[in-house]
């Protein structure tokens, strides 16, 4: 897919206030850090559509970006658990759990996974909310430049074998580095191949 345009649509803390079009939509999701504005601006071979981080606390915000006028690319704030005192209970921020549970428009996510980290615990659980939901997801592992091949070959296999701890099939995934365009058009032909069925 050619990326034509891509354009800032708007940012807001509530489904229920995300564009009333029925455009597809996917969203990329994963902890602060990972790799997530720079994975966006990569796709989209823009500098700074979306704003590279290093500010933690920024304000929490769903990103609507409008692409080629006729998908949005979706970029959610890093997810952390918000604990329920009392009960020392953990949950995902309200806000994304509502946007995943209400966002009719939602096609698919993107989970981002940094490449060089063993699978950690919200990552894993992240996941299984979205398949307890029924919401489709992929993976992205993130920063493969990091990595020497076989390196990133081991750590891919051992994220497969955590997940199928879990799942019978390791969820479709792409290997993408925001510095080399790895992965870019890969990523980009599978969302024009859905958005075309
Ligand atoms: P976000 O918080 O998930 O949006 O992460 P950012 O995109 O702001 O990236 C976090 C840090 O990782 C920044 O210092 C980026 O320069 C660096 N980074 C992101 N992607 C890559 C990549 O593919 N390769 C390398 N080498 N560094 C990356």
Redesign the pocket.
């Known amino acids: 897919m050619k990326i034509k345009s891509a354009e800032f649509v708007m940012s807001n803390s509530e489904v229920a206030k995300c564009p009333k079009n029925n455009l597809p939509e996917y969203a990329f999701i994963?902890r602060?850090?990972?790799?997530?504005?720079?994975?966006i601006n990569m796709l989209m071979q823009r500098k700074s559509l979306?704003k590279?981080?290093?500010r933690p606390g920024k304000t929490q915000l769903i990103n609507h970006f409008l692409i080629n006028g006729n998908w949005f690319l979706v970029d959610l704030p890093?997810y952390g658990y918000a604990r329920v005192s009392k009960k020392a209970k953990k949950t995902f921020q309200k806000f994304i759990t509502n946007y995943f549970e209400k966002r009719e428009q939602l096609v698919l996510a993107f989970v981002?996974i940094d490449c060089r980290h063993e699978p950690q615990p919200i990552d894993l659980e992240f996941m299984q909310y979205l398949d307890e939901q029924q919401i489709p997801f992929h993976i992205a592992f993130?920063?493969?430049?990091?990595l020497k091949p076989n390196a990133l070959q081991r750590n891919i296999e051992a994220y497969e074998q955590k997940l199928l701890e879990t799942w019978e099939e390791m969820p479709l995934y792409f290997v993408?580095?925001?510095?080399h365009d790895t992965g870019r058009d890969e990523m980009l032909a599978y969302i024009n191949t859905i958005n075309e069925q």
């Open positions: 994963g602060s850090n990972v790799g997530k504005s720079s994975l979306a590279t981080s290093g890093g981002l993130t920063k493969a430049d990091k993408t580095s925001s510095s």
